[in-house]
T-cell receptor, first 115, second 112 residues
Framework: DAGVIQSPRHEVTEMGQEVTLRCKPISGHDYLFWYRQTMMRGLELLIYFNNNVPIDDSGMPEDRFSAKMPNASFSTLKIQPSEPRDSAVYFC?????????????FGSGTRLTVV | KNEVEQSPQNLTAQEGEFITINCSYSVGISALHWLQQHPGGGIVSLFMLSSGKKKHGRLIATINIQEKHSSLHITASHPRDSAVYICAVRSHSGGGADGLTFGKGTHLIIQP
């Protein structure tokens, strides 16, 4: 398995533009998570899905952020309009629910810079 | 919301030294993870614990559920162990998998 695949690896955009981050989870994993990492706040959960259904989006900063998971093999995180304070590394992770034994696999992250 | 505290924040040691990184959390959990993040930025899951102790190579992770505390040990440390080590917990939930709550990380540097 190629692991969790995120694209793009790096994104530089101007303030006000729409940004779309993409994630392909590991095949067979039924949970998908979007995290954001900044120097100030460290790693934070934004939203997670179970079987393609959003379960908890309480970490999404504001209405400018939206996430979708149209099928088991693909998810997007969209920021519209983007702002400089959105600059961060965005990680996608997936895991498999087997009783209590959840294992996590992280993608390589997307480094977003909004100028 | 679970609070996760790690110590120390920064640690510099000489090659070969025994390393201990500590993690405390505030409320009951279903699992605790130790993650490693190298300067390139990728995050690797090292261990997932719900009780006791796990060992993988030179890495050992322990957890004490009653004390809400976990430790990550590195024996015979090597410069390639230099990385940020992050403790993360999953709180109890009704039956699904909650997202993780992370500590701020411990920045470890092993000097040759």
């Amino acid at each position: 398995d190629a692991g969790v695949i995120q694209s793009p690896r790096h994104e530089v955009t101007e303030m006000g533009q729409e940004v779309t981050l993409r994630c392909k989870p590991i095949s067979g994993h039924d949970y998908l998570f979007w995290y954001r990492q900044t120097m100030m706040r460290g790693l934070e959960l934004l939203i997670y899905f179970n079987n393609n259904v959003p379960i908890d989006d309480s970490g999404m900063p504001e209405d400018r952020f939206s996430a979708k998971m149209p099928n088991a093999s693909f998810s997007t995180l969209k920021i519209q309009p983007s702002e400089p304070r959105d600059s961060a590394v965005y990680f996608c992770a997936s895991s498999s629910h087997h009783r209590w034994n959840y294992g996590y696999t992280f993608g390589s992250g997307t480094r977003l810079t909004v100028v | 919301k679970n609070e996760v505290e790690q110590s120390p924040q920064n640690l510099t040691a000489q090659e070969g030294e025994f390393i201990t990184i500590n993690c405390s959390y505030s409320v009951g959990i279903s699992a605790l993870h130790w993650l490693q993040q190298h300067p390139g930025g990728g995050i690797v899951s090292l261990f997932m614990l719900s009780s006791g102790k796990k060992k993988h190579g030179r890495l050992i992770a322990t957890i004490n559920i009653q004390e809400k505390h976990s430790s990550l040990h590195i024996t015979a440390s090597h410069p390639r162990d230099s990385a940020v080590y992050i403790c993360a917990v999953r709180s109890h939930s009704g039956g699904g998998a909650d997202g993780l709550t992370f500590g701020k990380g411990t920045h470890l540097i092993i000097q040759p």
